[in-house]
T-cell receptor, first 110, second 115 residues
Framework: DAKTTQPPSMDCAEGRAANLPCNHS???????VYWYRQIHSQGPQYIIH???NNETNEMASLIITEDRKSSTLILPHATLRDTAVYYC???????????FGDGTTLTVKP | GAVVSQHPSRVICKSGTSVKIECRSL??????MFWYRQFPKQSLMLMAT?????????EQGVEKDKFLINHASLTLSTLTVTSAHPEDSSFYIC???????????FGPGTRLLVL
């Protein structure tokens, strides 16, 4: 599985957009980019995923660069409840398993 | 939709005993489930891939005789920690992947404390 690199921590003001970057320069053609978040002492929560095109759902937007070597998760209006560890992972569609990196701890401040 | 449950949510046991953790996909069928372990302030580490009707595939360094996995139906996988020791104390998380989907949905986790 391709490895991902994320900044260890980020702060964001409540109500502002949170932009979380992820580098996955060794991603291969059949690997999806997935984003999950984990609030303390809970299981990870699925946020969004994509292959090549940008994606948007009710939680967030995912911007994937044309070469697919990096992506950005955008939370358009961060709230205090968005404080969590955000994981960017790539998943091989054949093997199905995923390798978690260290993630980014996002702290949303009032 | 896509809800995964785990039972128990928390368990305390004595050293040397065995503990069984259940992972259920509540509203979908999952031929494939995954078991992870997470130590404090660390990321999730994949332990094994559980496949319905066949043997689990364990990651390097994970003892298959210590962590027994059974995936007897399309909605249930179990992880049994045999002869548990204090170093097995951890947060165990399962995930399930709906058939024909690449997305994993995670359970709420089980916190195991071995005294």
């Amino acid at each position: 599985d391709a490895k991902t690199t994320q900044p260890p921590s980020m702060d964001c003001a409540e109500g502002r957009a949170a932009n979380l970057p992820c580098n996955h320069s060794t991603i291969s053609g059949n690997e999806y980019v997935y984003w999950y978040r984990q609030i303390h002492s809970q299981g990870p929560q699925y946020i969004i995923h994509g292959l090549k095109n940008n994606e948007t759902n009710e939680m967030a937007s995912l911007i994937i660069t044309e070469d697919r070597k990096s992506s950005t998760l955008i939370l358009p209006h961060a709230t205090l409840r968005d404080t969590a560890v955000y994981y960017c992972i790539v998943t091989n569609t054949n093997a199905g398993k995923s390798t978690f990196g260290d993630g980014t701890t996002l702290t949303v401040k009032p | 939709g896509a809800v995964v449950s785990q039972h128990p949510s928390r368990v305390i046991c004595k050293s040397g005993t065995s503990v069984k953790i259940e992972c259920r996909s509540l509203d979908f069928q999952a031929t494939t489930m995954f078991w992870y372990r997470q130590f404090p302030k660390q990321s999730l580490m994949l332990m094994a891939t559980s496949n319905e009707g066949s043997k689990a595939t364990y990651e390097q360094g994970v003892e298959k005789d210590k962590f027994l996995i059974n995936h007897a139906s399309l909605t249930l996988s179990t992880l049994t920690v045999t002869s548990a020791h204090p170093e097995d104390s951890s947060f165990y998380i399962c995930s399930a992947r709906p058939d024909l989907s690449e997305t994993q949905y995670f359970g709420p986790g089980t916190r195991l404390l071995v005294l």
